[in-house]
């Protein structure tokens, strides 16, 4: 392995270097300025020991760790942010964001070109949790007063953003899969109709705790029998469209993602950007009369589109916009492509810990990963034995550098019996490096399992 000296990327700030000169020389018509004095030595006092500081966390960036979806930024988003912070362009109006807004929405129009969308109505956020908010709000403007529907393994995010709208809110029970169960939501989608009525289901393409997929073919079915509003919360596993290794049932969701009515991607999950990085679309570009406002201060330099004006959020990082389209110039969204292969790498890598873990007698795995994220039990003659086991040997694995995450997860979804829940080991193995680390991550949770006995 890597001495610590190699594991953080440095030679690319000759990259960094190069840029910020280009950038300067297009203000070298502006008139001489001397900009306020830096003391070299206090700045660098203090950001070394903002390194130090930073010394304390996991390491995120290492294949090693596997726990929570934390994926390191790829070098041009990472190069391509710095560069732009130099100008630091907010893209609430062209005014202050001109340069900014344009990748914006070049970069937005090739991630709705993944789902077949060529018209549509999208933007960037500061990431998912507010990008559904936006989705949940037009749905809410569209049918105010009726429900939204979201299975029990969705990010509780949409519960909390439905009371911050004063939208009632329901939760739908899973299959032994992590699945949205379509018949309990027929028999919700039966029972609203009685009463307010369903506004909007929430279909969940890459549950946070498990990868599951919704069965998007279905919803849709249902869709056409009860007329609510179709949202797919893909912020993890959106990008996946593009793998060319999923199995037949998540297959056939990503294919049908486009008649859904709106969509949420996080790229700064899968997408290899900073964190502070969602993205919103809706088919029915129509529904940006419900963010229309006048503002007396803002919209003066041109004519056309101000993205704040079909946005919720007002100042926006334009040096997100800049990394996101950088990254999508390097690494295009098309199917079979370099980008394509990273994520098909990642979940090979899920299936073969998957099939590492069934060779493992003290271990018992949840069905076969549909994307990236593997979760397993750990035996016990309880639940509470089994749960207690599976924190020992995450405290085990982590003191071999083995970071894992653990989650609290119905016991049926490990083959369990009873009602209730169990504490399962879970890893999100989302670099593509991954494939290559199952053989040392088995090993050391072999080892792992021998210490916590």
Request: proline share 5%; glycine share 8%.
């Amino acid at each position: 392995m890597a001495s610590a000296k190699t594991q953080l990327d440095k030679d690319s700030l000759a990259v960094l270097r190069a840029a910020v000169d280009r950038l300067d020389a297009g203000f070298a018509a502006l008139p001489q300025y001397e900009p306020a004095a830096l003391d070299a030595r206090a700045l660098e006092t203090i950001l070394l020991e903002a390194a130090q500081r930073m010394q304390d966390n996991f390491p995120y960036f290492h294949p090693l760790y596997a726990g929570q979806m934390l994926k390191p930024p790829h070098p041009i988003a990472r190069l391509a942010y710095a560069m732009a912070m130099y100008i630091n362009p907010n893209n609430h109006a062209l005014d202050g964001g001109r340069a900014s807004s344009a990748l914006e929405k070049e970069a937005v129009a090739e991630i709705a070109a993944m789902f077949g969308w060529g018209e549509f109505l999208g933007h960037l956020t500061s990431g998912g949790t507010f990008a559904n908010l936006e989705a949940l709000w037009v749905a809410g403007q569209l049918a105010p007063g009726k429900k939204v529907l979201a299975s029990k393994q969705a990010h509780y995010t949409h519960s909390r953003i439905s009371s911050v709208l004063r939208l009632e809110f329901e939760a739908v029970a899973c299959d032994d899969l992590g699945r949205m169960d379509l018949a309990a939501l027929e028999a919700k989608l039966k029972q609203g109709s009685v009463g307010g009525g369903v506004a909007t289901v929430v279909a969940t393409l890459g549950t946070t705790a498990t990868g599951s997929v919704d069965p998007l073919p279905g919803l849709l079915d249902l869709k056409e029998r009860y007329n609510f509003r179709l949202h797919a919360d893909a912020a993890y596993g959106g990008y996946f469209t593009l793998a060319g290794n999923l199995g037949p049932e998540a297959r056939a969701a990503f294919d049908r993602m486009g008649e859904c009515d709106s969509i949420v991607i996080d790229p700064h999950k899968h997408g290899l950007q900073p964190y502070g990085c969602g993205c919103v679309l809706f088919r029915d570009a129509s529904v940006g009369r419900f963010y229309k406002h006048d503002s007396p201060y803002t919209y003066f330099s041109s004519g056309d589109l101000h993205l704040g004006e079909i946005t919720l959020e007002c100042s926006r990082a334009g040096a997100a916009a800049v990394a996101l389209w950088a990254t999508q110039k390097l690494l295009p969204l098309e199917k079979g492509g370099e980008f394509a292969q990273r994520l098909e790498a990642s979940r090979a890598a899920a299936l073969a810990l998957h099939a590492k873990l069934q060779t493992e007698p003290s271990f018992l795995p949840a069905s076969a990963p549909e994307l990236d994220i593997v979760t397993w039990a750990v035996r016990g003659k309880t639940a509470s034995e089994a749960s207690a086991r599976a924190r020992k040997i995450f405290e085990e694995a982590a003191k071999r550098n083995l970071h894992l995450a653990l989650a609290e997860l119905p016991r049926r979804f490990f083959g369990l019996g009873g009602q209730g829940t169990v504490t399962a080991l879970r890893s999100v193995l989302m670099k593509p490096e991954h494939k290559d680390w199952v053989e040392p991550i088995a090993k050391i949770l072999a080892e792992a399992v021998e210490k916590a006995g």
